[in-house]
């Protein structure tokens, strides 16, 4: 999972920063992302005496949620792995600070203009374009360029220890023949149901389990909460949209919509208006009776360039042709033909011969939101209004969803950073475990989820971070050891099966055979074919044994045959991959380092 956070949501790049901020502003509003860069008195980490705020932590972890990159049942092991990641960017920015890795004023100076995010449409650095990008963003010109520099100072810092790295040319010779090798193989997954019996878990194995695990039966502090939300889409759904209605919002959508025209057009030069006028209102009739446009329009039209090809114009958006075309061209439906338009060319037809945007039955139900939506905003800012003055004096939230007109919304025990759903979105879980809300019982102030919804929370029970007791926790203890047992059991069961192959017997097994893969097989898991390319190059005719551990089993390989594979040329992928793997030791070992001589307190 860490490995997928890294790659959708660690980027440090400045395009990345600016994306997501962007987008975090989008989802959970101004005020939750301008805390990310104040201070924040709830540290939930210190890297040699530098913080790191609950705050930052949740809008990193709200992103990699948003982006699909955490699943449900993992957001505990997600949280510690991206703090666990910000606790690594601190050390790193550390390190660069303390062994002199600057950027001067220019240096920054001199990126920052070269980005396209803040240039304009000739490709020209753009003053008032990077204040509005970074005002949207929330931030300052000083927060950005301090960002900066940071993800600059690190980038410096990896690719340094990436460049001292290479491979020797016989080393990457050789890399290649062992990528391009192929292997035949055969396996066999043994499960429970090759055991004699199953494993016997005993009291006792329980108990010691249990008192050697007992970190992973810690319960964290945790909550009940009431709450009440005011949601705009949940008061729209009462609300009755009648057919004209959604029929004027699709006709509106459409004024502004991209459509593909065709048109034909009588110059004025080579006849007067009165005959060019009478010549198509002539054309227009032809067409009212059922004469192919393009036809006509191949037959008739000046505009030689558009009647070959039956007058298409192609697709036009406002403002192309500007004028009484776009005011003829933007009013019809598809299909239509519009009357006789005068400009600068001539006197026209033009024919919508396709709209870009969807029919109006496959928009009806968005149709049938929005216009909803429209109708409440003034019962719904009343009713934020509402919840704004009532949350603020009442001692309770029953009397306050009762006046508004809400339910009042109850929560299961949450933690700090397990809840779920509405709950688990940015601010919430902080309002609840904030002193005023959790020790003092009031109300939490009005929190503004988006432009759509608004909430209020308040703690009705409240119980301690403790160890779970064993009776507590006692069937996922023993599922743990059963599990455990199983595995056991299995290896044991391979190894024996593996001492009898490699002494000639012969087994009752059901090999399945894999013939002429590489490294790169995905029809049998990965962990068989790791293991298949592991074993040593079988001699002669005798097959060469080993096992494997899947995710439900424990894998017998039988390697029958290699085949080496053919030296390419050295720069390639292969060489590539290499230089990275050192690289990434490299760093791997600097973080270790780092680590170990940190002062990191959680």
Do not use: C
Not at 88 to 117: N, P, R
Not at 368 to 396: G, M, P, T, Y
Not at 457 to 464: A, K, L, P
Request: hydrophobic share 35%; net charge negative.
């Amino acid at each position: 999972m860490l490995q997928r956070i890294r790659e959708g949501s660690s980027s440090w790049g400045v395009k990345i920063i600016i994306g997501v901020v962007v987008l975090a502003m989008a989802l959970f509003g101004a005020e939750s992302l301008l805390g990310l860069f104040g201070d924040d008195e709830n540290e939930i980490a210190e890297v040699n005496g530098e913080s790191i705020s609950r705050q930052e932590l949740d809008m990193n972890f709200q992103r990699a949620m948003q982006s699909g990159q955490i699943s449900s049942g993992e957001e505990d092991e997600a949280r510690q792995e991206i703090l666990d990641e910000l606790i690594t960017t601190t050390l790193l920015t550390q390190y660069a600070e303390d062994g002199g890795v600057t950027l001067s004023k220019q240096q920054l100076d001199e990126v920052i203009v070269s980005l396209s995010e803040f240039q304009n449409s000739d490709g020209e650095f753009s003053s008032e374009l990077f204040q509005q990008r970074l005002s949207r963003a929330g931030y300052t010109p000083t927060t950005f360029r301090e960002r900066l520099r940071q993800d600059l100072q690190q980038r410096q810092l990896q690719q340094g220890l990436a460049m001292s790295e290479f491979s020797l040319p016989y080393e990457a010779e050789r890399l290649n023949t062992l990528e391009n090798q192929r292997r035949s193989f055969r396996y066999h997954h043994l499960t429970e149901d090759d055991l004699e019996a199953m494993p016997d878990v005993s009291d006792d194995d329980i108990e010691t389990y249990y008192e050697q695990h007992q970190d992973d039966y810690r319960r964290p502090e945790q909550v009940k909460l009431e709450y009440v939300i005011v949601d705009r889409q949940r008061l729209s759904e009462n609300i009755e949209v009648d057919e004209e209605a959604l029929r004027d919002a699709y006709a509106e959508r459409s004024q502004d919509a991209d459509r593909r025209v065709s048109h034909i057009m009588l110059s004025l030069d080579e006849r007067d208006r009165d005959d060019a006028e009478e010549q198509l209102a002539e054309i227009r009739d032809r067409i009212n009776e059922g004469d192919d446009f393009s036809e006509l329009a191949a037959e008739y039209s000046d505009d030689s360039g558009s009647a070959e090809e039956g007058g298409d114009l192609g697709v036009i958006t406002p403002g192309i042709f500007g004028g009484a075309f776009d005011e003829a061209a933007f009013s019809l439906d598809e299909g239509e033909v519009s009357d006789i338009v005068e400009t600068d060319n001539g006197l026209h037809l033009i024919k919508v011969t396709e709209m870009d945007m969807p029919s109006f039955d496959e928009m009806r139900d968005t149709l049938r939101d929005d216009v909803a939506q429209d109708k409440v905003e003034e019962e719904f800012n009343d009713r934020v209004q509402q919840l704004i003055d009532e949350s603020f004096a009442a001692d309770d939230l029953a009397s306050v969803a009762e006046d508004i007109g809400v339910p009042l919304e109850e929560s299961d025990w949450v933690s700090r950073d397990g809840a779920d759903g509405v709950l688990g979105e940015s601010g919430v879980m902080e309002a609840a475990f904030s002193e005023d809300v959790l020790e003092n019982g009031y109300n939490s102030e009005v929190i503004e989820l988006d432009d759509d919804r608004h909430l209020v929370v308040r703690v009705v029970d409240h119980r301690s971070e403790t160890t779970l007791s064993l009776d507590e926790v006692r069937e996922e203890v023993e599922a743990a050891v059963e599990e455990d047992q199983l595995q056991d059991a299995l290896e044991e069961l391979a190894q024996s099966h593996l001492e009898s192959l490699r002494n000639g017997e012969s087994l009752d097994i059901d090999w399945q055979r894999v013939e002429d893969v590489t490294r790169e097989y995905d029809e049998v898991e990965s962990a068989i074919v790791r293991g298949a390319f592991r074993l040593q190059a079988p001699e002669g005719d005798e097959s060469t044994y080993g096992r494997a551990t899947t995710n439900d089993s424990v894998a017998l390989i039988a390697l029958d045959s290699v085949q080496e594979g053919e030296a390419e040329s050295p720069e390639n992928s292969v060489t590539d991959m290499a230089e990275r793997l050192r690289a990434q030791a490299a760093i791997e070992g600097l973080l270790e380092n780092l680590r170990s001589e940190a002062t990191i307190d959680r």
